[in-house]
């Protein structure tokens, strides 16, 4: 049976206040011509019939009872959705050319790199051809180039060699091992200011915690202040709790009697004052000095919490000051180091120089002018053959252009799926403008539809639910759930996927969704029509040592089957689920069975026209 949502709430709550209304007419009716009937059978006996009337207004009721029980009422809702791949693609030619052959039709099935249809490649053949001669003449521009390349490196290399043996190969082997010297001291000192440089980091850094652990400290402080106020509180709310417990507890029989003498607090003689407002009071002031004392307990416990913090941030603070003055010594061993690697730079370079000085300035300006002689073709041979490089790659970048405008001319499946359009056939000629074919991948649907705002606020995305084709139901869960309204259906749209469908799910048609909406929990569940209503308000009747009570309840959720109860019931009471002319307050009843609902009999009473039951009880009674 379909459960109601919240969406639907005022037309169900309409609905069962005409029934409850119903009931109540019905009640009335019967009763009065129950009434007339029995006086009527009364008088032609004879006498007053007070007597007997009384014995039959004396009889118990027999009802039917059950607890209340505790649980989770969930509402479900049905959607009407529309089915459409979850995947599909347009297959599009990037070229206009003549169709040679078509391998697939409409409906096939096929997988992902299947060839659909050959294009006339006649021109991008042509084009490939031309762009793989010119690759070739590139390629072979680049092996000469490398083989002066070779050459001008051996002659380089030749006249380096004589020049540097005119320079003297040991002074220049000198003058290599002093600049080593001179560079590793350079690099020394580099790395002693990136040393520096890191400790000033580190020194602000800890000055900055050190700052921070100083507020932690302070809010630590207050914290452990706050936590002693609370026990102080805690401690009094506590001793006023067991005063006020100790005041209802009184200590001898005599002074327990005193509180229920005439006037007192507690009177036995006034119904509002007696042993239950008694017992109620010291049960509520045993329940506050129980609370009292878990607050105490809390309180304490927090401020044993607050001191240990506190002390946790004492230290943590002494050892950021600790870490700053090590950062501190840190730094003056490194000024030390630097001031000796400056004094062992300016002897290292002044040995350097003095070195220097002996090499014949003149001698050394020709060698360098003849190395640098060399060196120009050497350069000019390692252009040619980047020259030649960029060349060939151009060539292959022509190659590449040519291989993908051909492969433009052979179209293939991107997904696997079914066709579900051919827009080409052999002979005619395709174009940009109209795909060739449509393909969707029906392994997974999807199902769209269109909900409001407070039942899309119930749904989760992976949320299960069902969808019904023609009376076929398939699984499917939530994949995703609008955030803007809808400008044609002023509601939100929701996708769902159906993971395994068949041959029913076609696209584009129309399908029904059951997903659950509203649910609440950690309420009480009774039959819905045990639930009477006085003004709109429901009550219920439960069985009370064999006496009926009528009890005032709050409800929640409800479907035609089940409502819940939020107060007003525990799972003790014999919530009565029967109907009887006769139920009221005060009535006397006997417990005929004990089950879950009112039964199917109760439910055709109900569903039948009150004003048709009282024609009939009226001409049942005429007859008699």
């Known amino acids: 049976m379909k459960k109601q949502s919240i969406g639907s709430c005022e037309k ?148 380096v060699a004589q020049l540097d043996a005119q320079m003297g190969g040991q002074k220049n082997l000198q003058m290599y091992q002093l600049q080593i010297q001179v560079d590793s001291v350079h690099s020394g000192i580099d790395d002693i200011y990136e040393q520096m440089a890191d400790l000033e980091e580190n020194k602000e850094d800890a000055k900055e915690q050190k700052d921070d652990l100083k507020k932690v400290v302070g809010n630590a402080e207050g914290y452990v202040k706050q936590a002693n106020g609370a026990v102080a509180v805690a401690k009094m709310e506590y001793d006023k709790a067991a005063a006020e417990v100790t005041r209802l507890e009184p200590g001898d029989y005599e002074a327990f009697q005193k509180m229920f003498e005439p006037g007192a607090e507690y009177d036995r003689n006034d119904p509002n004052k007696g042993e239950k407002k008694y017992e109620y009071d010291l049960k509520q002031a045993k329940e506050t000095l129980a609370a009292a004392q878990s607050d105490y307990e809390k309180a304490t416990e927090a401020a044993s919490q607050a001191s240990a913090a506190y002390g946790q941030a004492q230290s943590a603070y002494e050892q950021a000051k600790a870490g700053i003055d090590s950062i501190e010594d840190g730094r003056e061993q490194l000024d030390n180091a630097l001031a000796d690697a400056y004094k062992s730079l300016e002897q290292t370079e002044a040995i350097k120089n003095i070195t220097e000085e002996q090499v014949y300035s003149d001698t050394q300006k020709v060698v360098d002018a003849n190395k640098k002689a060399a060196a120009v073709g050497l350069e000019s041979a390692a252009a040619g053959i980047n020259s030649a490089q960029v060349g060939m790659e151009g060539a292959q970048v022509a190659i590449d252009s040519a291989e993908y405008q051909l492969d433009m001319y052979t179209l293939k499946a991107p997904i696997s799926g079914i066709i579900e359009a051919v827009n080409v056939k052999e002979h005619d000629f395709a174009s940009p403008n109209t795909p060739a074919y449509i ?186």
């Open 12 to 159: 169900k709550v309409s609905i069962l206040f005409y029934r409850k209304s119903l009931r109540l007419l019905r009640t009335k009716l019967v009763f009065l011509l129950s009434t007339a009937c029995l006086c009527t059978l009364l008088s032609g006996c004879g006498g007053t019939g007070t007597e007997e009337e009384e014995v039959v207004m004396s009889e118990q009721i027999p009802v039917r009872v059950q607890q209340p029980e505790p649980g989770t009422l969930v509402l479900k809702d049905e959607f009407m959705g529309t089915v459409s791949p979850e995947e599909s693609v347009y297959v599009i030619p990037m070229v206009t050319a003549e169709v040679l052959s078509t391998n697939v039709s409409l409906g096939d099935e096929v997988e992902a790199g299947t060839e659909l249809c050959k294009l006339d490649s006649e021109p991008a053949q042509l084009q490939l051809a031309s762009a793989q001669a010119q690759y070739h003449s590139a390629a072979a521009g680049v092996n000469s180039a490398e083989v002066g390349y070779e050459a001008a490196q051996a002659q380089y290399e030749s006249t």
């Open 439 to 624: 393909i969707s991948n029906k392994e997974a649907m999807t199902v769209t539809f269109y909900v409001s705002e407070g039942v899309r606020n119930t749904f989760s995305v992976g949320q299960k639910v069902s969808v019904d084709r023609n009376g076929k139901i398939f699984d499917g869960a939530i994949t995703e759930i609008g955030s803007m309204v809808d400008q044609n259906t002023g509601l939100f749209l929701i996708k769902v996927s159906v993971g395994k469908p068949d041959e029913s799910m076609l696209t584009g048609c129309s399908v029904k969704v059951s997903a659950d909406t509203y649910s609440q929990s950690n309420v009480l569940l009774i039959p819905y029509d045990a639930v009477y209503y006085d003004n709109g308000k429901p009550y219920v009747y439960v069985a009370v040592n064999g006496v009926v009570e009528r009890r005032d309840i709050e409800t929640g959720l409800f479907d035609e089957q089940t409502m819940t109860v939020v107060s007003g019931l525990t799972t003790q009471d014999q919530l009565i689920t029967s109907w009887s002319a006769n139920l009221r307050e005060g009535a006397e009843v006997s417990i005929q069975s004990e089950g879950t609902s009112g039964g199917e009999e109760d439910r055709k009473e109900e569903d039948s026209d009150p004003i048709e039951e009282a024609s009939a009880a009226e001409d049942a009674g005429n007859e008699e």
